[in-house]
Nanobody
Framework: EVQLVESGGDSVQAGGSLRLSCTAS????????MGWYRHAPGTDCEFVSI?????TTYYTDSVKGRFTISQDGANLYLHMNSLKPEDTAVYYC?????????????????????WGQGTRVTVSS
């Protein structure tokens, strides 16, 4: 059974840092593209960061220079620095979907692939 479990979400002040973790069971990250997505109330789910099986990484513009995605065996991480209130959302790790016709390509498709239950990040000013 495939399962992804996120952890590390918390409430922090603007400018703070968090490290999100995702632990996989039932499959391996090593030969699979993996990503982080986020969904805030009243907004669309959006791509945050992707790490491809070849190690290539992608970040949505709003987090470039602040967030870092990495993987280590069965664990996927998102290190978030200089957090802003607009980063407030539930963060999910997932196997990503790609649509070359979209602006960033890495689309949010909760019904496709594997998704964790999410971990909530709240950033206050």
């Amino acid at each position: 059974e495939v399962q992804l479990v996120e952890s590390g979400g918390d409430s922090v002040q603007a400018g703070g840092s968090l490290r999100l973790s995702c632990t996989a069971s039932g499959f391996s990250f090593e030969d699979t593209d993996m990503g982080w997505y986020r969904h805030a109330p009243g907004t669309d789910c959006e791509f945050v960061s992707i790490i491809r099986s070849d190690g290539t990484t992608y970040y949505t513009d709003s987090v470039k220079g602040r967030f870092t995605i990495s993987q280590d065996g069965a664990n996927l991480y998102l290190h978030m620095n200089s957090l802003k209130p607009e980063d407030t959302a539930v963060y999910y790790c997932a196997t990503p979907s790609f649509d070359p016709l979209t602006r960033e390509g890495w689309v949010c498709r909760p019904g496709v692939g594997y998704w964790g239950q999410g971990t909530r990040v709240t950033v206050s000013s």
